[in-house]
């Protein structure tokens, strides 16, 4: 667990056992909360990181995530079975796949195949009078005048909202922001399908920027050296990526997503040469440049007779 803000703790969810991929987020307060429960392959881990923290069974108040995808959000059943007193709180568009996981699992498995369970785990139900279905600027009560704001990002996904710390200015993002992994060093966007959203996505990026953060922190992983320059970058950064699909889908009526990814991979994935071969394959495990490719494809391929209209 690492202190990265005042009263804020991050904390590393090890994500199928791999370190620096996963972040969740440890509030401080009378009422204290969890951002993030990381997937079920981590509840282990951030259990034991709370309890370090001094927090028993009893002690959490709350229970965020930032969109209901299995690395952020997989372990939340799990997680308000031990702690009886939180209550969970999620995007409203979410809520009714925390109350019955089975189509999220049955999709992911479809994703995953054996994946599924090797690296995330699955996802246990939430029971109703255990969770809010949170809209637009919900504010969540840390005690002692102390709150949490949620802001409805979609984009990535459109059960996604990032997390506004009012007392410090820090802004947890969840995916809507990009993955940049310290090993890593280079943002890159997340666009996984089905719900990739290129006018939703800079629209949120450009309503974090409005809110003038002191903060923005990554779930994958952690903060941002400039964040309202980060900002700036990942919005950029989408519109270079949507457009290379785009050009590349052009020249062909015959380019798939396999021709986009490759055409995404030379032009913005290449990595460090130096870079290790368990970092560079953590690294396409979360953020897959074909999962991206998929993604932008979808979108492309959704909006086209709009804008032909």
């Known amino acids: 667990m690492e202190l990265i803000a005042p009263g804020i703790h991050q904390i590393d969810t090890l994500l199928g056992g791999m370190d620096r991929m996963t972040a969740g987020f440890l509030l401080d307060g009378s009422q204290p909360a969890l951002v993030e429960t990381g997937s079920q392959s981590s ?3 951030v259990r034991d990181a709370l309890t370090d923290a001094g927090l028993g069974p009893d ?10 995808h299995l690395d952020h959000a997989g372990g939340v059943g799990d997680m308000a079975a031990a702690f009886p007193n939180a209550t969970v709180v999620v995007h409203e568009r979410g809520a ?14 479809r994703v995953y195949g054996p994946l599924l369970d090797g690296l995330y785990g699955r996802m246990l139900p939430v029971a109703q009078d255990r969770l809010i279905a949170a ?21 990535h996904a459109k059960h996604h909202h990032a997390v506004l710390d009012e007392a410090t200015g820090t802004l947890l993002v969840g995916d ?9 060093g280079v943002l890159r966007p997340a666009t996984p399908p089905p719900e990739f959203d290129l006018e ?12 003038r953060p002191e903060r923005v922190v990554l779930t994958h992983y952690g903060p941002v050296d400039e964040p ?6 990942a919005e950029e950064m989408l519109h270079q990526w949507v457009e290379v699909a785009d050009r590349t889908m052009r020249e062909s009526e015959e380019a798939g997503i396999d021709d ?4 995404l991979a030379e032009a913005f994935a290449s990595a460090p040469p130096d870079l290790a071969a368990d970092v560079r394959e953590k690294f396409e495990v979360l953020n897959g440049v074909h999962s991206n490719a998929a993604g932008i494809v979808r979108y492309l391929k959704n909006r086209q007779p709009a804008v032909a209209e």
């Open 260 to 263: 986009v990814a490759a055409a």
């Open 135 to 155: 809209a637009d600027g919900h504010r969540v009560d840390l005690g002692d005048g102390h709150h949490l704001t949620m802001v409805d990002s979609p984009g």
């Open 200 to 211: 939703q996505a800079t629209t949120s990026l450009r309503r974090f920027a409005e809110l």
């Open 176 to 184: 809507a922001v990009g993955v940049k992994l310290p090993d890593f």
């Open 96 to 109: 009714r796949h925390l109350l019955d996981p089975s189509r999220l699992i049955d999709s992911a498995a």
């Open 43 to 45: 509840v282990g881990a």
């Open 228 to 233: 309202l320059e980060t900002l700036a970058e």
């Open 59 to 68: 002690d959490l108040r709350w229970i965020i995530v930032t969109h209901i």
